[in-house]
């Protein structure tokens, strides 16, 4: 069905979306200055990252308004049970309820509080109704963690005295937040309507092997590295969005900055009197598209809930694309021996969930006699899910002594460096001195703990594919079990394309084979054909001639006989019926709840939101949506 675009439940509903985050204008930005001069005074800082939470979750709360304004007003594959789920007028207050309600979002950084102001309007029902599970927890976990994240980061991009090392994060130049924002605007005019979703959760480049290149600034000054698959001088991208399958995340290409040398205290050298170095930072670009996260996300969710969204991917080809984009990540580094820089590209298992990457920033990075560094991330790590080789690993790099009101102090015994096997070229941990295990003594194990906790595997076998699998097998056995065959075009009709699922040969002719069942099966009078008709006009007209009522009241009256009976049955009652949804995976770029308040460590800096933070959020919606279960 068609909804009317005068409607009244569009009222709220902007004509363009418009990024929150200041960007590559920052430096001369008035508005951005003027919007951060209200926080002044004590907690200066928390003000600020409120202010740029709150625009955050407005912002996502305005670009769903707008996808699914396109979706009612021109896709026509929009059933009328799922248009009342998705926004209604609340009897009670003869307000717009559902998504297309406008949230009055507090002024907070608190996650809890952004659910509650969610939950009030009834925007977690609506989500929870077409979505394949609970998404507002995640939603809130994003604009929080960009808020407490990137605010101070903006606010170091308007203050000429801070030096360029506290931009290091940041993607190289300046962060541009008109990308972010085109991406949304593109998915919005182009896609939101359409039948074809495969390029949004599409590898960004082309298949290519990366590579090592000098990043610089604007004024050509190096400042650091980028690993990026290069067609010639310029980075290979192929115009498709990058979203991540069945997760809030996005890729992008790398880059890596060093750290500036900490305090001299806080120095540690091996016996050859060279330093202990620290890793710099690895950043992961695709981070930076916050509003594209939060859209596409909710997005994916739909399309793994079942209906007609849900063939608005062609499967086979996603799984092949993200295969052959990783296998080429993954090689390539490797091959040329950069295997660190695939931390943020390793799926890493924390409290029971797949998540997107981890961090080394900051972490000990351990050097060999030749003036080489020893790798985390080895051919190894792929096999049995570990950092380093057994042989690489210590549990001692070097020692401190601690002693009780005097500062800590590396011990006398200084560590070696580590040496490689010449026949293997494989590195080899220095011997454990016994004398440092000691009272008084703290060990400094290499690889930290902390990475040890986790188990790594490939991004695209632990998150990317198994949502794609998903899905692909969803697609299949709802064309069997519902009436979704009504609802899609597994051919072109007119200047209408065919849905993007049906470049399948043999899933195209499962739907057809379906289409030609459901004429004849009791089913048939269930199916709504205002929007059959709006999708295939040809298949509506065959289904009216087969006896199925043309409006509401008709099938209504039709129901009562039907319910009960051989019309509940599915078209094809041998095949399985669909399996649960997945559970979200991948975490998210920024973690409002970082794992040192679930007993992690501190040096991680901004983790991924896990199952734990999640639950929380979810638990207020849960109970503020019972109490006002009867206003619609």
């Keep these: 069905m068609l909804v009317n675009p005068n409607s009244r439940l569009f009222d709220r509903v902007p004509e363009l979306f418009v990024s929150p985050f200041p960007g590559a204008d920052a430096y001369a930005d008035d508005a951005f200055k003027a919007l951060l001069s209200r926080a002044s005074g004590d907690g200066l800082r928390s003000v600020e990252q409120a202010l740029i939470t709150q625009a955050g979750a407005e912002a996502w709360n305005q670009a769903t308004q707008m996808v699914w304004k396109q979706k009612a007003t021109l896709a026509g594959d929009l059933l009328a049970d799922v248009w009342s789920k998705v926004s209604w007028i609340d009897k009670r207050t003869d307000a717009i309820a559902g998504i297309l309600a406008e949230i009055p979002f507090p002024l907070t950084t608190d996650p809890e509080q952004l659910v509650g102001a969610i939950a009030n309007m009834a925007v977690d029902l609506a989500l929870d109704a077409i ?21 101070p980061i903006f606010k170091d991009l308007i203050d000429p005295q801070v030096p360029p090392e506290r931009r290091a994060v940041l993607p190289w130049r300046r962060y541009n937040e008109a990308l972010d924002q085109d991406w949304v605007r593109s998915f919005i005019r182009l896609e939101a309507s359409g039948s074809d979703w495969t390029g949004t959760f599409s590898p960004p480049t082309e298949p290519k092997p990366w590579s090592l290149a000098d990043g610089v600034d604007e004024d050509g000054n190096i400042i650091g590295q980028v690993l990026a698959p290069f067609s010639g001088k310029s980075v290979a991208w192929n115009g498709a969005y ?20 900490p305090p001299d205290s806080a120095l540690r050298y091996y016996n050859d009197g060279t330093l202990i170095h620290l890793y710099g930072d690895f950043t992961q670009t695709g981070d930076f598209y916050p509003s594209l996260q939060q859209l596409a996300g909710t997005t994916w969710q739909q399309i793994a809930a079942g209906g007609p969204d849900t063939y608005k991917v062609d499967c086979a080809a996603l799984e092949k694309l993200w295969r052959d984009w990783f296998t080429a990540l993954y090689t390539s580094v490797l091959d040329q021996g950069h295997g660190d820089w695939l931390l943020g590209y390793l799926a890493r298992e924390v409290h029971g969930e797949w998540r997107l990457g981890a961090s080394a920033s900051g972490a000990l990075r351990a050097e060999a006699t030749d003036g080489t560094t020893v790798p985390l991330v080895t051919r190894a790590t792929f096999k049995d899910g570990t950092l380093a080789t057994p042989k690489s690993r210590t549990l001692c790099m070097y020692s401190d002594r601690v002693a009780k009101g005097k500062p800590t102090t590396q011990s006398g015994y200084l560590p070696n460096k ?29 690889p930290p703990a902390e990475l040890l906790l986790s188990q790594f595997k490939r991004a695209d076998d632990a998150i990317v594919l198994p949502a794609v699998r998903a899905v692909a097998q969803l697609q299949r056995r709802r064309l069997s079990r519902s009436l979704d065959c009504a609802y899609v075009r597994p051919e072109a009709v007119g200047d ?18 379906m289409r030609k069942r459901l004429l004849k099966h009791p089913s048939r009078m269930l199916v709504e054909y205002e929007t059959a008709r709006e999708v295939d006009p040809e298949y509506a007209n065959a289904l009216k001639e087969a006896g199925v009522p043309t409006n509401a009241i008709q099938r209504g009256a039709v129901k009562l006989n039907i319910r009960g009976s051989a019309g509940a049955e599915p078209l094809d009652p041998q095949a399985p019926a669909p399996e649960r949804p997945l559970r979200l995976q991948g975490g998210l770029p920024f973690d409002p709840a970082p794992e040192r308040h679930r007993g992690g460590p501190r040096w991680l800096g901004p983790a991924v939101l896990g199952g734990a933070a999640l639950a929380t959020t979810i638990a207020v919606a849960v109970g503020v949506a019972k109490s006002r279960a009867n206003t619609r």
């Design 418 to 446: 580590w040496s490689r096997d010449p026949r293997t070229n494989e590195y080899i941990a220095p011997p454990l001195y016994a004398q440092t295990r000691g009272d008084g003594f703290v060990c400094f194990p290499w």
């Design 496 to 513: 209408k394309p065919a849905y993007a699922a049906f470049r399948d040969e043999s899933l195209r002719a499962h739907c057809i084979e």
């Design 242 to 261: 990058g979203c991540l399958p069945g997760t809030f995340r996005v890729a992008g290409i790398l880059q890596y900055r060093g750290r500036p040398q």
């Design 131 to 151: 979505t394949a599970v609970p998404v507002v927890g995640w939603i809130a976990g994003i604009v929080v963690g960009i808020g407490k994240a990137i605010a």
